[in-house]
């Protein structure tokens, strides 16, 4: 495959999917916003089938949540991502005809992204209503050396006529987006109500605001100067509008640059509406889009010296995996006050909500690979702690913090409780997170400032929670009744074993940290009021936590009844009736044995270390058996596992279903937006799974094996501050120190010393 093509997503070789499903794929976007790769005509046609729009990340409004009985502590709002005006959309006169008054004909005739480059050219043939047909072709990159730019250039040709043609660009009516209805809870299902005002200023600037949750932004537009237009005002509407003499053949083209501020307060914004038009104006001044798209491809370059991971023997598959970490930079938020939607910003699917998927699936890719990032997307929660803690209290737990299943302002908007609330073992995901960041990055400054108070507080949680067992059965116990644990078709139990195993781990941690800062940091002990009565009491709640097991078939229960229930008959099941969750009532789903994902298996995976090869065979071919995979979140886990007991046709096929999940729309729902946790998942089972990348005592260890398909994996880490490149071929491994002081590591759990300028090459058989 030639080099430049490994980084191509041509839409001539993807498989053949509806109008939605590409603007998924095509999306752009840099962690601030996602703009929708849809007709750029769209408009308000409504014959259109596409889903055109913008998403801001933390830019949400508030839709009350409506129940038959409104119980104490249920959520009172959703969050809902908005919707926001298509900057893409763009309107042509032809013989007095508007294309947003009278629907011109357009046909897609090819999309490709430049994943090197961030940029994204696309071709469209256009018919007007008196058959002119004329190709529109688009280049766009959302802008990653300044986050507030979208950027994007029109040409336009001739193909039957020689004559007039008008080019309108106009912030659309918010009116004008086209609504999107479904049945399936997994969709958005509240319309955001939005109001939009015009700043006077000499660019076309619209400020946009959220009558609920009284959010603003403001959006500027500027005709960039490879081809000036003038502002007009027409109907108190600004806007640019061009007339050009098109010749047969020949092109004319147009560019212009958005400058889209982060979401503000409402109050806020309006009182400074001035400054902000004064800034859209100086950052967009004498602006090219060759100067905008060299400065932010350069930041993309680096973004690929650090998470490049290059795989031979399977282009193809070499080419998903770039795509699944390219729309991963492209969702997560780095300002410390957004973290990464479920669907990434490519849809509204999950309203746009934050769940344990950003700290359990997607940060241990950007921990290795970009820390900086990392930091940010845990700082977003340390800041969300008053409204954790809240939450804790209206929740009737007397200390700690609890934080949200789902959210995006850092309250809960989970209107099922029983899938939603329940499922606590965030808190110590949030933790286990954490603790991870700290111990891959060396970064002390964080743990002292912001980690530890969160380990802190989430640990608190437990003690409060759980408590110690009187009972014959748990005899001595602490024990953690009424949770959901990760697999949502079993709800509201006891001693969920994922549960109470990240519980255990999270007060664990909490001594651990506690009695290393009572020595460097004491004053962090006295601020939080940590004393060593409590972290005595997290070190008995942690020796003591009960994790159910069934002796009879010598397996790790899933929960203190799961074993006793009837098997869901899988294989009788139609596969139409697939996933469930969308076919039968949640009570007829809680009767029997059945995961929607891997839940206590993922305890196997985060903590290998608490079984050997015999117990995790006994537990993986269980739950295998049990488990139908209606969530995207879990393949990836058992194809880890597969790995580890070297079951290898398993693991590859799981991971053939992880990479290509959005590119083949194999869940049937990529139209919603990516399905960011199984994006990073991928990263998981690479890195994790085949490179057998673990934390060993202060270092990291390697156990590598390769599918016989594959020659080589090649990629990058950063450890303590080092960054080390690791090259794994069927024969041999080699570890190469690029940057830093040397390091001690582990491979296959025996200790080499990794020195720069020396590679470390070990043969593997």
């Known amino acids: 495959m030639d080099a430049n093509d490994a980084f191509q997503i041509h839409l001539q070789k993807l498989p053949p999917q509806d109008e939605k499903t590409f603007e998924t794929i095509y999306t752009l976007g840099n962690g601030h916003f996602g703009i929708r790769a849809s007709n750029p005509l769209q408009g308000n046609s409504s014959h259109f089938n596409g889903q055109p729009g913008m998403f801001v990340n933390g830019f949400y409004d508030l839709t ?37 008054e009278t629907p011109y004909d357009v046909k897609l005739v090819d999309k490709n992204l430049d994943m090197r480059t961030g940029v994204l050219m696309e071709i469209f043939d256009v018919k007007s209503p008196t058959n002119k047909q004329f190709r529109l072709t688009l280049q766009s990159f959302a802008s990653h050396a300044d986050k507030h730019l979208f950027v994007i250039k029109y040409s336009v040709s001739a193909l039957n006529f020689t004559g007039a043609l008008t080019v309108i660009k106009q912030h659309p009516y918010i009116d004008q987006q086209i609504k999107f209805h479904t049945d399936d809870m997994r969709a958005s299902q509240p319309e955001t109500m ?217 309250e809960e908007a989970s209107s099922y409780y029983p899938a939603g609330t329940a499922q606590v073992h965030i808190n110590a995901d949030i933790a286990y997170a954490v603790d991870t960041y700290v111990r891959v990055t060396g970064d002390d400054d964080f743990l002292t400032d912001y980690g530890y108070e969160i380990i802190i507080k989430t640990a608190r949680f437990w003690l409060a929670y759980g408590h110690w067992a009187t009972d014959d059965a748990h005899q001595g116990k602490f024990v953690i009744d009424d949770v959901t644990g990760p697999d949502e078709y079993t709800a509201m139990v006891s001693n969920n074993y994922f549960t109470n195993r990240m519980a255990q781990n999270n007060l664990s941690i909490a001594v651990k940290y506690s009695n290393q800062l009572k020595h460097s940091h004491p004053e962090k002990l006295v601020t939080l009021n940590v004393t060593d009565k409590e972290i005595n009491q997290f070190n008995r709640a942690a020796d003591g936590m009960y994790l159910p097991y069934d002796h009879e078939l010598k397996i790790k229960k899933q929960d203190d009844l799961s074993t006793s229930k009837p098997v869901w008959p899988i294989k009788e099941t139609p596969r139409d009736q697939f996933p469930l969750l969308l076919h039968y009532h949640p009570m007829t789903i809680y009767h029997y044995q059945v995961n929607k994902q891997a839940d206590t298996v993922m305890t196997d995976f985060l903590f290998p270390k608490d079984q050997d090869a015999a117990q995790l065979k006994r537990d993986f071919d269980y739950y295998e058996a049990i488990t139908v995979h209606d969530s995207s979140l879990s393949r990836a886990i058992f194809g880890i596992l597969a790995h580890r007991l070297h079951h290898a046709d398993d693991a590859y096929h799981y991971f053939m279903q992880t990479v290509m999940m959005d590119l083949t729309n194999s869940q049937g729902n990529t139209g919603d937006g990516i399905h960011a946790a199984n994006m990073g998942s991928t990263w998981l089972s690479l890195i994790y799974g085949f490179a057998g990348l673990g934390l060993e005592k202060e270092s990291f260890n390697l156990s590598p094996e390769l599918p016989e398909a594959w020659d080589s994996l090649r990629f990058r880490i950063w450890f303590h501050g080092r960054q080390i490149e690791i090259t794994i071929t069927q024969s041999a491994v080699t570890v190469k120190l690029l940057s830093g002081e040397p390091l001690q590591f582990y491979l296959k759990h025996k200790t080499f010393q990794l020195t720069k300028g020396r590679l470390v090459n070990q043969f593997l058989k």
């Open 64 to 100: 009350e949540l409506s129940y038959g009985e409104n119980y104490s502590g249920y959520a009172q709002n959703s969050q809902t991502i908005c919707q926001l005006p298509d900057p893409r959309f763009i309107i042509f006169e032809v013989d007095g005809i508007r294309s947003d």
């Open 194 to 410: 939005l109001d939009r005002t015009f700043i006077r200023s000499k660019l076309p600037i619209m400020l946009i605001s959220t009558r609920k949750s009284q959010l603003a932004l403001i959006v500027a537009q500027q005709a960039l100067n490879d081809n000036p237009m003038q502002v007009n005002i027409i109907d108190d509407l600004p806007s640019f509008s061009k007339t050009f003499d098109l010749t047969q053949g020949m092109s004319q083209s147009f560019s212009f640059v958005y400058a889209i501020s982060f979401p503000h307060p409402l109050l806020k914004t309006t009182l400074t509406q001035s400054s902000f038009a004064a800034a859209s104006e100086k950052r967009l001044a004498d602006k090219s889009f060759k100067q905008l798209l060299d400065e932010s491809a350069a930041k993309i370059d680096q973004f690929w010296e650090n998470s490049d991971v290059e795989l031979s023997g399977d282009a193809t598959l070499a080419k998903g995996i770039r795509f699944n970490l390219f729309h991963l930079y492209q969702a997560a938020g780095s300002d410390g006050l957004t973290s990464i939607p479920a669907k990434g910003l490519t849809g509204s699917g999950y309203e746009g909500h934050y769940f344990w998927d950003a700290e359990m699936f997607m940060l241990p890719y950007f921990i290795y690979t970009e820390p900086a990032i990392a930091r940010q997307l845990l700082l977003y929660r340390y800041h969300t702690l008053p409204q954790a803690q809240h939450r804790a209290r209206e929740m009737a737990v007397d200390n700690g913090v609890m934080f949200p299943w789902r959210t995006i302002n850092g």
